[in-house]
């Protein structure tokens, strides 16, 4: 479900808005049963479509006019973006590799003219389609990348099924969202209205915690050379003496210092 969610936030807003309904295959995620040929809709589905001013409408079992339409999305991703001999593509060595890959194809296909309508699509959203669309709500729905968990302010690391995991030193003290595949255990941070990624581990067992060094700020001094480090963005304060520099709470006082 948070992976359903996920792409749904990030689709509406490459395009730019939200349509009056979203359609997919008749997956037990959306649907959870059927009374006299109508669809009950998982309760999550209603709030997310609520949320976005949408609808989610399912294929009609063995229905070519609408299920075919989804599975030749999914059959054209397969066939471009999936390492295979007959695309020559080589194998991912990371995430956002098939991530680049993915925006690549996006620009090639939209930037170029459709043989059936002999217009170039990406032309056709910004002056034709987009205009008729719901407007994309500031804040995604949250609850959709999993659970949350409050980053200690003085330590970059939370806790997740009893095991903890690093997220950058520079969301100390904020909230992310955790939540598991069945390899790894994905970490997202709500900014500037948008869901980003921050970290993504492979999963480990309670008393093995899973470290990146780059999410750790830079150490301070050793013993013998002892400088002013703050140790979390509490303790961060301007200093009146020297614009563009912080130090921590209570040291920058009195006069300025004397320079040689």
């Known amino acids: 479900m ?12 490459l395009i730019g808005g939200v349509p009056t309904y979203v359609l997919t295959d008749d ?13 009950v809709r998982n309760a999550q589905i209603v709030a997310f479509a609520r949320h976005y001013s949408t609808a989610a409408h399912t294929c009609m079992s063995a229905d070519p006019a609408s299920k075919g339409g989804v599975e030749n999305a999914a059959k054209i991703a397969k066939a471009d973006l999936v390492p295979k001999e007959t695309n020559l593509r080589p194998e991912y060595a990371s995430f956002v590799e098939l ?15 459709h043989r059936a309508t002999l217009k170039i699509p990406k032309d056709m959203l ?14 995604p729905v949250t609850a959709s990348f999993g659970q949350v968990r409050q980053v200690p302010p003085n330590t970059p690391m939370v806790t997740y099924e009893h095991s903890r995991y690093s997220v950058p030193h520079t969301l100390m003290g904020q909230r992310v969202w955790v939540r598991s595949t069945d390899t790894h255990v994905v970490i997202v941070h709500v900014g500037q209205g948008r869901p980003v990624e ?9 008393g093995v915690p899973v470290i990146i060094d780059a999410h750790f700020p ?17 303790k961060r304060v301007p200093c009146p ?4 520099s912080v130090l921590a709470q209570g040291s920058c006082r009195g006069a300025p210092p004397l320079h040689p």
């Open 218 to 234: 830079p150490a301070c001094a050793d013993a013998l050379e002892r400088v002013i480090c703050p140790t979390n963005t509490a």
């Open 198 to 206: 921050v970290a993504r581990h492979e999963l480990t067992r309670p």
């Open 241 to 244: 003496w020297d614009r563009g």
């Open 27 to 39: 997956e037990r995620t959306i649907t959870v049963d059927h009374v006299a040929g109508i669809t």
């Open 2 to 13: 948070p992976s359903i969610f996920a792409a749904l936030d990030r689709s509406f807003r």
């Open 99 to 113: 991530e680049q890959a993915c925006e690549a194809f996006m620009e090639e296909v939209n930037s170029n003219v």
């Open 126 to 139: 910004r002056l034709i389609e987009r205009p008729k669309l719901h407007p994309v709500p500031a804040v």
